[in-house]
């Protein structure tokens, strides 16, 4: 038994996701493994023949990548990240660092994100619990982050 690997890396953009799959598509790929959410969601619109396994993906359920935790459905299955899980040791360490003083976390972070939100809501439950201040700032240009 012979197997192949081929792998596809770039920025992220749609047209790129879309173009990456496809290309892997066309040299007959049996198996799609993908990271992130974009690139996860990008092999799901083009490749619903191939089984696809994603890593690190934020929400998968939220974002309508899978149909539940249980159950994926489909031709999909994979591994979601723990960030949002995490807002709250996160916020815990923002505290830590700051002086006695502190009240307010101050969370940045990209909007363009599929599970963006969810984070953020994440973050602000997390800071309301201590009880501190959640100031958001949300950039829809990641290089600017």
Known sequence: MNTSCSISY?????PEIAGAVAELLE?????LVTCGTSNSLGAQRQASRV??????????????????SLRS???????????????????????DLGTSRTTTID????TGWQDGQHRLYAT????TSLPHEASTA????????
């Open 10 to 14: 770039g920025p992220g953009s749609q």
């Open 27 to 31: 040299r007959g790929a049996k198996l």
């Open 51 to 68: 089984p696809i396994l994603f890593i690190s993906v934020g929400n998968p359920v939220g974002i309508g990548l899978v149909e539940s």
């Open 124 to 127: 602000e439950r997390a800071a």
């Open 73 to 95: 459905g489909g031709n999909i299955t994979g591994f979601s990240d723990l960030l949002a899980e995490l807002s709250g040791k996160y916020v815990e360490l923002a505290r």
């Open 138 to 145: 949300g950039d829809k240009r990641p290089r600017r982050l």
């Open 107 to 110: 969370y940045l972070w990209h």
